[in-house]
């Protein structure tokens, strides 16, 4: 789509850890407004430049590489995001307003995703790492423990994902949930005997045992467990949410990778009603608090949005403050737009492209 105004765009690479780098969008109009969006997670910075280039030189999204290319779909997303973020803020309106037509959430739930948090992995460690989410006032945590494999190599994957999350368990308590991110990371036949020990343990739900990609193994799956199951994050089409309906008990749609807010709400209306909606979100402040805007009212289907909890102790500076947790709550501005500003001038922050993107000459529209 090509824009009706000049835009210049801009690529912010934020430094967080050796594993983790939020890549945020700044959209700037003629008139000086601007918006955000994020596409972290969309595979190499060169990749997203890459990306970037196609979209200015062809004009806008049309340039972007089509079908299932990944960065394609997550740069397609940041796109989205900071051009609505920009639309609302010209409205000045916020964001959910904007897209929804509802007033603006005074706060949104979250979950502790914990996978990204620095320290060890042992069973210990992991658990150390919950039990301070807890105390910080979570309600839910989530670990992925089957990422990595067992240091002194006594255990084989399944056996040392299961004893990290008997440790959380064990630290949590019984009135925490306790969710488990598999990654697709053991086939069926060895997450099997895991299964039975997990309905012991009483996990809140079981995600990426078996991917969206696969109907018929998460069928399977599906008969082989009462406990619920997620998945979805890297759904983009609707065909693919269409495809295992009622397998699902909880569906994931990411405001990035799904190509968009918008995007993520089609998703969400997919399952009509037969799953609950959790927006996935191992994200930097800017895709949550898009993701906050969007959060569903209905407590039939509301579930708390994931968050990335412990990484680094300046997540909130380098949007001046603007994303707000609190006792495992965050605080949606009531701002326009998604109600932030990034501290261009933060250390962790690279300004990595730019571009500008003229509107369709009028013979080639």
Known sequence: MSPAQEESWELFRITVSPRTEWLVLRVGGPDGDHGYGECSDAGPAEYVVRELDRFVRGFGTDGLHTGDD????????GIEQARLDLTARRADVPLRKLILGQDSLRSVELYANINRAPGGRTPREVAATAEAAVLDGFTAVKLAPFDTPDADGRHTLAGIGLERVRAVREAVGADVDVMVDAHERLSLDELTPLLGPFEELGLYWLEDGVGIARPGELAELRSRTRLPLAGGEFAHRSD???????????LLPDVKHAGGPRAALDLAHRTGGMARISFHNPSGPVATLHAAHLAPLD???????EYAYGEVAWRSDVVHGAELVRRGRLTVPDAPGIGLELDTDHPAVTRVWS?????????CR
């Open 299 to 305: 407590a039939a289907v509301a579930e708390r949005l």
């Open 240 to 250: 693919e949410v269409d495809a295992v309906r009622g397998l699902l008990d909880v």
């Open 355 to 363: 571009g500008r993107l003229e509107p369709r000459p009028s013979c």
């Open 70 to 77: 990944f960065a394609a779909i997550t740069v397609r997303g």
